[in-house]
């Protein structure tokens, strides 16, 4: 061993005895010492990124993840099955906040298993009939205790409610696990070099930077790729701003549903056809 790699072998191992034979000093000294490691291959890329995550969900609050309330995908409690399952197919989700007729408030929450559970015995039955209890939580929430209370109610969900409280936005435990672990894949997933999955022969899910060429070519259309270079791109000037997640917009004969966004752009769309044959008028 080089006297240079002696002596960072010896300074590291300062650094781990420090460490050990007392607590560290500052969170940015454990850190250090962690990436040290990681640079010496004692750990993997991956573990310390966890590390990191874990970190960070003890500083962060729910208010800085959640889903704010203009986002959610609700369910009035007076609804019926035929109201219900068009929401349910379109958006996918497993779990949705049930609203009181007023729309004024949080009244519950309803899991898809239980709806189709009831489904399979009876079509005349309301969201209210086989709702569960929401699970409440305060803006001001460290994730780490919400993390705790998740586990110890066997819930996967929670509403946020503000100062007031009223109902701010919903949080899921798996946004709470993706700030350690990083995002967690679900069924709007598909591979990196893929920009469209086809569902059906109506319905598809596309990344919004597919470019328009590619789009032109799959679907058969004619979108002018002079002034935008994605489908994203499009759907910003045509809205004149960037979308949250839920809006939607018709262009020529396609309906286009925002499934993911933040406030610089969009991420992913779901795209409907509503007319095959029809004239498309973002045609060049």
């Given at each position: 061993?080089?006297e240079e790699n002696a002596g960072?072998?010896?300074?590291?191992?300062?650094?781990?005895?420090?460490?050990?034979?007392?607590?560290?000093?500052?969170?940015?000294?454990?850190?250090?010492?962690?990436?040290?490691?990681?640079?010496?291959?004692?750990?993997?890329?991956?573990?310390?990124?966890?590390?990191?995550?874990v970190l960070q969900v003890s500083?962060?609050?729910?208010?800085?993840?959640?889903?704010?309330?203009?986002?959610?995908?609700?369910?009035?409690?007076?609804?019926?099955?035929?109201?219900?399952?068009?929401?349910?197919?379109?958006?996918?989700?497993?779990?949705?906040?049930?609203?009181?007729?007023?729309?004024?408030?949080?009244?519950?929450?309803?899991?898809?298993?239980?709806?189709?559970?009831?489904s399979l015995r009876s079509h005349?039955?309301?969201?209210?009939?086989?709702?569960?209890?929401?699970?409440?939580?305060?803006?001001?929430?460290?994730?780490?205790?919400?993390?705790?209370?998740?586990?110890?109610?066997?819930?996967?969900?929670?509403?946020?409610?503000?100062?007031?409280?009223?109902?701010?936005?919903?949080?899921?435990?798996?946004?709470?696990?993706?700030?350690?672990?990083?995002?967690?894949?679900?069924?709007?997933?598909?591979?990196?070099?893929?920009?469209?999955?086809?569902?059906?022969?109506?319905?598809?899910?596309?990344?919004?930077?597919?470019?328009?060429?590619?789009?032109?070519?799959?679907?058969?259309?004619?979108?002018?790729?002079?002034?935008?270079?994605?489908?994203?791109?499009?759907?910003?000037?045509?809205?004149?701003?960037?979308?949250?997640?839920?809006?939607?917009?018709?262009?020529?004969?396609?309906?286009?549903?925002?499934?993911?966004?933040?406030?610089?752009?969009?991420?992913?769309?779901?795209?409907?056809?509503?007319?095959?044959?029809?004239?498309?008028?973002?045609?060049?």
């Amino acid at each position: 061993m080089s006297e240079e790699n002696a002596g960072e072998h010896r300074s590291w191992l300062e650094r781990l005895v420090h460490f050990l034979s007392g607590e560290p000093e500052s969170r940015d000294e454990l850190l250090d010492l962690l990436r040290h490691a990681q640079k010496r291959r004692l750990i993997e890329p991956e573990a310390l990124s966890m590390i990191e995550g874990v970190l960070q969900v003890s500083e962060l609050r729910v208010r800085d993840i959640m889903i704010p309330r203009a986002q959610m995908d609700v369910v009035p409690q007076d609804a019926e099955l035929e109201r219900v399952f068009p929401l349910v197919v379109e958006s996918g989700h497993s779990r949705y906040p049930v609203i009181s007729d007023d729309r004024a408030e949080v009244v519950g929450i309803l899991l898809v298993k239980d709806l189709l559970a009831q489904s399979l015995r009876s079509h005349q039955f309301k969201v209210s009939e086989i709702m569960r209890a929401a699970l409440f939580v305060p803006e001001s929430k460290r994730l780490n205790v919400l993390l705790k209370e998740f586990k110890a109610s066997r819930s996967h969900m929670a509403i946020v409610v503000d100062e007031y409280g009223g109902a701010a936005g919903l949080v899921t435990i798996e946004d709470v696990l993706e700030q350690i672990v990083g995002e967690i894949e679900d069924e709007h997933d598909f591979a990196d070099e893929e920009y469209i999955f086809r569902k059906s022969e109506q319905e598809y899910t596309l990344k919004a930077i597919t470019p328009i060429e590619e789009f032109n070519e799959y679907f058969g259309t004619e979108f002018d790729d002079d002034e935008f270079d994605t489908v994203g791109g499009l759907i910003v000037h045509r809205l004149g701003h960037v979308p949250e997640r839920g809006e939607r917009i018709e262009v020529g004969p396609f309906r286009f549903t925002v499934i993911r966004a933040d406030s610089r752009r969009v991420h992913l769309l779901r795209l409907h056809r509503l007319a095959p044959d029809a004239p498309d008028p973002a045609a060049s």
